[in-house]
């Protein structure tokens, strides 16, 4: 349970959990490191350990991270920073990308896969009980159910207090419902990815569900800092290389959000990746916002989207803007 911070921020509680987030959470993605499916390139663990340590003395309560960042690394660099910190946030992580002896990727939501998941994370943080548990992705999608019901039987069995569900659609959502309640959804959303506004956070919100939304900032996409040149010289096993978003025409369409960001952020004294995380949490339905950080330079540039709040004019300015770029 998240005790022992240094600074007070707001929190919000978690759908029917008895845990109150702080606006946004440190995102434990990339500290996963290189040479994996979906890595963000090579990356030193003294600075990521450092970066989560600034953003718990700062006063955020809760990480999120999962098995499958760096296959199992960025959940050991969590416990390193744990164990050298005074404070004992929320610890979230996730289940259903796993990883074979040649480090390929392969899903499963059996429930024998699920238990030796769990033990594994467990093992690697360095903890006994995780706060939340994840199925990452509804994939195999035919598996969702045993996978659920599994997750139901080790929170019975308390080895993990809520159970959460991430890139699930309202379909999905209302499969497994049935079975045990949803206490959380993680799906991504930003003001370049904006799917979810239409359908699955209102239904959410209907049902009582927390949403914690990864990505507010697009992979960094909205910092600000982000450029055509700094793209050509991401490392070659940064997987933004290989995505639509970051390369024409939609680079181009994103810079220029960017560019509306600025002048809201600077009439604030904020960055535009503040103005980024806080256009998501202006959607009733978003409990809190997953901010990823490599450094601790970058979580003390972001923290100030944990008290942030845009107008409701500023909001839709934005909102606008989006639109009309997208179409």
């Not at 995102?27 to 979906?38: K, L, Y």
């Not at 419902?177 to 959380?184: G, H, N, Q, R, V």
């Not at 209907?206 to 982000?226: E, Q």
């Not at 202006?282 to 923290?303: K, L, M, N, Y």
Request: with cysteine; charged share 25%.
């Amino acid at each position: 349970m998240a005790t022992s911070t240094t600074a007070q921020l707001a929190t919000r509680q978690l759908g029917n959990s008895d845990m109150q987030l702080t606006r946004i959470g440190f995102g434990a993605w990339a500290i996963g490191g290189g040479d994996w499916q979906f890595s963000w390139g090579h990356q030193e663990d003294a600075d990521s350990v450092a970066a989560i340590e600034r953003a718990l003395d700062l006063g955020i309560n809760w990480i999120d991270t999962a098995a499958i960042y760096g296959l199992g690394h960025s959940e050991e660099v969590v416990a390193r920073a744990l164990k050298q910190s005074p404070h004992k946030p929320y610890v979230f992580t996730k289940c259903s990308m796993r990883w074979d002896a040649d480090r390929k990727i392969y899903r499963s939501l059996k429930a024998a896969s699920v238990r030796e998941e769990l033990e594994a994370s467990l093992r690697r943080l360095g903890v006994d009980v995780i706060d939340l548990y994840q199925i990452h992705w509804p994939d195999p999608e035919a598996e969702i159910e045993e996978g659920w019901e599994t997750m139901a039987k080790l929170q019975e069995e308390g080895k993990v207090r809520y159970i959460g569900v991430s890139n699930f659609n309202v379909a999905q959502m209302e499969r497994v419902s049935k079975i045990a309640p949803i206490t959380s959804l993680q799906p991504p959303y930003s003001i370049i990815h904006r799917d979810v506004e239409a359908e699955i956070l209102p239904w959410s919100r209907k049902h009582r569900i927390g949403v914690i939304n990864y990505s507010p900032m697009a992979s960094g996409l909205l910092t600000g800092k982000m450029t055509e040149d700094r793209i050509r010289k991401l490392p070659a096993d940064d997987w933004r290389r290989r995505s639509p978003q970051f390369n024409s025409p939609q680079l181009e369409k994103n810079l220029a959000l960017v560019e509306q960001l600025r002048p809201i952020g600077e009439k604030h004294g904020v960055e535009p990746g503040v103005v980024a995380v806080a256009y998501t949490l202006h959607h009733p339905a978003v409990t809190a916002s997953i901010v990823g950080a490599r450094r601790p330079d970058q979580i003390e540039g972001t923290i100030a989207a944990a008290s942030f709040v845009l107008s409701d004019s500023e909001y839709q300015q934005l909102r606008n803007f989006a639109e009309t770029t997208a179409a």
